[in-house]
C-alpha cells in the first residue's frame, strides 16, 4: 500500500515571463496525455536532501518556466502554452512494501501506486505539466536490498518529448547536487517557430505512409478484436557483447556497399520484429510493418540546437513486409527496412510532414495519425498485432539523475501498454534494456524465440 504523506505546488522562485507560447506542428500531433518514467534509487536519501530537491526545482523553473505553466486550447484543434506559473506537483509517499517486492520494475498494475496520477475529466487549462512522486519503501525489510525510494514522473508530452525532458532532469538534478549550470542548462531554447517549416503554405512532396492505415490481421476488416486482446510486460536484458554480436551479424550479411553499416537501434528493432512475427505465428503471406519516431535535432537544415525544449521527433514507418520474409530471411534484410524507414526522415521529408499538418484547418483527426505514445483511443491507429511500434531511449543519459544521493540503479516506462511495443534503453555500460508489451497469448512464445536465437551462433 502506498500513502501519500505531502503534497506541494512547486513555482518559480523568481518572476518570469507571462504571456503565450505558441507550440510547434510537431508538438500539436502528439498525444495529449503526459508521459511517464519512473526512476529507482537504492539509497535511502535524508530529509535534507529531498527538502534540497525540492527547493532546486524551485530554482530551474526560473529557466524552464513553460513546464510551470498550462496548456490551452485556441482554434482548430490546437492548443498553446500559457506561461501563468502555476507551478508543478510534487507528492512526497511512502509504501509499506520493500524495493525488493518490485522485482526488476517491469510495468504491472502495481507500479501504478508509485505514479502520480491526472484526472483527465478536469478541463487541460488545469492539468499540471509536471507531476513528480517520490516514493520512500518503509517495508518490513531489514536489508539494503529493501531500502531506496522511487521517483515517478508524468510529463505533458506536447510540453516537449523525452530527450528534452530527460536533458531537464538532470539539469534539476545538477542543481540539487549544487554544482553550477552550464549556458545551455541556464537558457534552454524555448522559441518552437524555429523549427517550423519555412514555407508552412507549400504542398506536402511525399507520399507519407506513416499515416495511412497499417495492415489488419489477414481475413479481418478491422483491429477491434486485436485491441481487444490483453498484454503483458517483460524486462530484457542484452550485454554489450550480445549487442556486438547482433550488429557485427547483421553487418556482415549485408553486401550493400558504400552504405553506411546498421546502427544498434535498427540492429536491435530488427531482431525484436523477427522474434515478434515468429511468436504470432501469423500466415507467411501476412503482410507487417514497424512504426517508429526519430528525433530530428540533428537532420534538419540547419541544425537544432539539442538545447531545444520541445517536441523534435518525426514518425516514420518501415516498408511493408511479408511475415514470411521476415523470419526466413538474414537478419540483415530486417534491419535494412528498419534503416529505410530511418534514413527516410531527412530535411525535405519533415518539411513535408510539417506543412501537411499546418494544411489541416482542424488537426483532432490527424492527431490520432500521428500518435507517438499512450493509450489506446477510440479512433487511434493501432500497432499491434500484426505490426508492431519501437521506441528508442537509447540515447536518452537517464543515469545523469543524480539528486546527491547517487545515480539511479532503473529507468524504464511505468504503465503497460495496451499494445505491442518495445522500449529500447541503454545503460551507462552499454549494454541494453528492452522493456516488452506484448500480447499475453505470444509473450512466452516469443521470449523463447528471443533467447533461442541469441544464443544460435547462426542467429
Known amino acids: 500500500m502506498v500513502t501519500i504523506t505531502s503534497s506541494y505546488t512547486i513555482v518559480p522562485n523568481e518572476p518570469t515571463p507571462n504571456g503565450r507560447l505558441g507550440l510547434s506542428s510537431n508538438d500539436q500531433v502528439v498525444r495529449l496525455t503526459h508521459a511517464s518514467t519512473i526512476y529507482v534509487y537504492k539509497t535511502n536519501p535524508s530529509l535534507e536532501l529531498i527538502e534540497r530537491m525540492r527547493d532546486s526545482l524551485h530554482k530551474i523553473l526560473v529557466h524552464y518556466y513553460p513546464v510551470a505553466g498550462r496548456l490551452r486550447w485556441t482554434k482548430g484543434g490546437r492548443f498553446e502554452l500559457d506561461c501563468n506559473a502555476k507551478g508543478v506537483v510534487f507528492l512526497e509517499a511512502e509504501s509499506t512494501k520493500t524495493l525488493s517486492e518490485y522485482g526488476d520494475f517491469t510495468p504491472n498494475e502495481a507500479i501504478k501506486d508509485l505514479m502520480p496520477s491526472v ?23 531489514t536489508t539494503t536490498t529493501d531500502q531506496g525510494i522511487t521517483i ?56 507519407h505512409p506513416e499515416l495511412k492505415p497499417f495492415p489488419l490481421v489477414l481475413g479481418s476488416s478491422d483491429d477491434i478484436a486485436e485491441k481487444k486482446k490483453k498484454t503483458v510486460a517483460v524486462t530484457l536484458k542484452l550485454t554489450s557483447q550480445q549487442v556486438e554480436k547482433l550488429k557485427k551479424k547483421a553487418n556482415d550479411q549485408s553486401q550493400k556497399e558504400g552504405s553506411r553499416p546498421y546502427s ?33 535535432r540533428s537532420r534538419l537544415n540547419p541544425p537544432l540546437s539539442q538545447n531545444y525544449f520541445g517536441n523534435a521527433l518525426s514518425s516514420t514507418v518501415t516498408p511493408t513486409c511479408c511475415v514470411g520474409d521476415i523470419i526466413s530471411k538474414p537478419l540483415s534484410y530486417v534491419a535494412q527496412k528498419i534503416k529505410e524507414a530511418a534514413d527516410l ?25 500521428f500518435q507517438f505514445e499512450g493509450e489506446q483511443r477510440k479512433n487511434s491507429p493501432f500497432y499491434g498485432n500484426p505490426n508492431l511500434s519501437i521506441v528508442s531511449w537509447i540515447n536518452l543519459k537517464w543515469y545523469d539523475a543524480d539528486f546527491g544521493w547517487g545515480k539511479p540503479m532503473h529507468f524504464g516506462p511505468a504503465p503497460l501498454c495496451p499494445s505491442d511495443r518495445a522500449f529500447i534503453i ?19 512464445l516469443f521470449t523463447k524465440f528471443f533467447w533461442e536465437e541469441m544464443l544460435d551462433s547462426k542467429l
Open 119 to 141: 484526472d483527465y475529466t478536469k478541463p487541460i487549462e488545469d492539468l499540471p505539466l509536471l507531476l513528480v512522486q517520490l516514493t520512500r519503501f518503509c517495508g518490513h525489510g
Open 152 to 207: 515517478g514522473v508524468l510529463w505533458s508530452h506536447p510540453m516537449t518529448d523525452g530527450f528534452a525532458f530527460i536533458r531537464f532532469i538532470n539539469t534539476w538534478a545538477k542543481a540539487a547536487r549544487g554544482e553550477p549550470l552550464e549556458i545551455d542548462e541556464l537558457f534552454p531554447l524555448l522559441d518552437r517557430s524555429i523549427i517550423e517549416s519555412p514555407h508552412p503554405s507549400s504542398a506536402p512532396r511525399f507520399d
Open 264 to 296: 544498434r537501434f535498427e540492429v536491435i528493432a530488427a531482431y525484436i520484429w523477427r522474434c515478434a512475427s515468429k511468436a504470432r505465428q501469423l500466415d507467411q503471406l501476412q503482410p507487417t510493418q514497424v512504426r517508429f519516431v526519430v528525433d530530428i
Open 345 to 369: 526522415i531527412q530535411n525535405e521529408y519533415i518539411r513535408s510532414q510539417q506543412c501537411l499538418i499546418m494544411g489541416h484547418e482542424q488537426l483532432d483527426e490527424i492527431r490520432t495519425s
Open 426 to 444: 541503454r545503460n551507462m555500460d552499454d549494454s541494453i534494456i528492452i522493456s516488452l508489451h506484448f500480447q499475453i497469448a505470444h509473450m512466452q
